[in-house]
């Protein structure tokens, strides 16, 4: 069993294999299942990303009415063909924006690995997909590699906004998702390392303050720049580029700002956005009175 | 490693918005339910933390009320969770706690009938992954790292070895084992940890046996 990210490039390498090997193996050792079980329950939870993304394409509009029809605004600029970052980066934006515009309108997505981060993975795979021409082996691949370097954020850190911050939820999501873009792609298991390496650091300190406590204000927005950073980390790493600070001191480094970060702004709603004129307007607007939240306990 | 499959990473397929505050509350739920064994006529549900501040808008009430109605984490019926429990007639109460807990997501659920209740106390540690600290009073002494099996038992001869048989018939291997009660011959809970995944059938049998009340699993 792999238990940082060094084992688990380690394990690849000398083993010559990918790191979405590996962490079927791990699967099929720990939960004794066999590779078809464990191969298609991550082949089901592809079919809901895709659908979560074709739903939020549609266009979808949530309960309080913050959010919604961004992914579907996002779209009809990219066809207009002038947009500045380019169609791929675009698209990856769209179509996390999409999942977590379902996500906060109470639709089913499968959470990755958080449902407030969901929309990084499969942004970035449905819009990678495009341009790489991915086989569906190669997709559900994608997420094992993508769940291989959650898993060890998750063991050594954490994923949890509540405990770590936004930099817990999308930034770990961006880093699975720019590791395994890398391998997609072709790159090796050391080069997913640094990718994940590389966009951790620079989400590292995000703070986790949603308006009125909704998973919609800034959430739905920093999926889309966290599918950006993914994607421009895995350019990186495929360029040859490293990150001066190993992938596994970096997600130490989270752990740590996590858990020195003040409770306000750890999903309480107490800080942040959440404690701004209009983030306490919008919170008495939908819940018909202000909730009164103290800023700085 | 608090986290052992790679589907507690990709995953859970659930109902938005949040894998902790409504996957994770749904779980808490369905875990009361399950070791309850039927629908309550009442719930009282406390919420701490981060789960006292935004419950509401995380739909941790709906979730938690779905969990306790039997609802997995991706079944749409959540969302009308707390009509449908008013349209059975289940009283459901919440109520917002100040007392700072150890872990920032916890909530208390109170439920019963007339016939018996039980209280429980459950921790959301994200991504959907939950972890039941108390039950009944009882603090559980599990480490979230293993398999674990709860049952809650009378205090009898036998009823300690009897588990321990299916569990041995099961070929599973007992890691960790701890076994409290309230006052002799009263209620009791044994916490077992097992190194295998448990079936279905393991708790079936187990729920069969004589002087056994509950038994439910709790992380796998």
Known sequence: ?297 | MKYKSVFDIIGPVMIGPSSSHTAGAARIGRVARNLFRREPKWATISFYGSFAKTYKGHGTDVAIVGGILDYDTYDERIIESINVAKQKGIKVKFQEEDAITDHPNTARIRMGDDKGEIELVGISIGGGKVEIIELNGFELKLSGHHPAILVVHDDRFGAIASVSNVIAKHQLNIGHMDVSRKEKGQMALMTIEVDQPIDEAVINELTSLPNITQVTRISD
């Open chain 1, 1 to 297: 069993m792999f238990r940082n990210v060094a084992e688990l490039v380690e394990l690849a390498e000398s083993q010559n294999k990918k790191i979405s090997d590996i962490m079927i193996e791990q699967e099929i050792e720990f939960t004794g299942k066999t590779f078809e079980e464990v191969y298609s329950q991550m082949e089901r939870n592809l079919e809901v990303m895709e659908q979560a993304v074709a739903r939020g394409l549609e266009g979808v509009k949530s309960h309080s009415g913050l959010t919604g029809g961004d992914a579907v605004l996002l779209q009809k600029y990219i066809e207009k063909g002038n947009s500045l970052c380019g169609d791929t980066i675009l698209d990856a934006v769209s179509k996390a924006v999409a999942t977590n515009e379902v996500n906060a309108a109470m639709g089913t997505i499968c959470a990755t690995p958080t449902a407030g981060s969901a929309g990084v993975v499969p942004g970035t795979l449905f819009a990678v997909k495009n341009k790489l021409n991915p086989t569906k082996d190669e997709m559900i691949r994608f997420l094992f590699a993508s769940g291989a370097f959650g898993f060890v954020v998750a063991n050594n850190a954490s994923i949890s906004g509540a405990a770590g911050g936004c930099q817990a939820e999308v930034g770990s999501a961006s880093g699975m998702a720019a590791a395994a873009i890398v391998e997609m792609a072709g790159g090796t298991p050391s080069q997913s390392a640094e990718a994940m390496a590389i966009t951790l650091k620079n989400m590292l300190g995000l703070v986790c303050d949603p308006v009125a406590g909704l998973v919609e204000v800034p959430c739905v927005k920093r999926n889309a720049m966290g599918a950006a950073n993914a994607m421009v980390a895995a350019d990186m790493a495929l360029a040859g580029i490293t990150s001066r600070i190993p992938c596994d001191e970096v997600i130490d480094a989270m752990y740590k700002i996590g858990q020195t970060m003040p409770v306000a702004l750890r999903e309480t709603a107490q800080g942040g956005l959440a404690a701004t004129p209009t983030g306490r307007e919008l919170e008495a607007k939908i819940f018909g009175v202000s909730l009164n939240k103290r800023e700085d306990s």
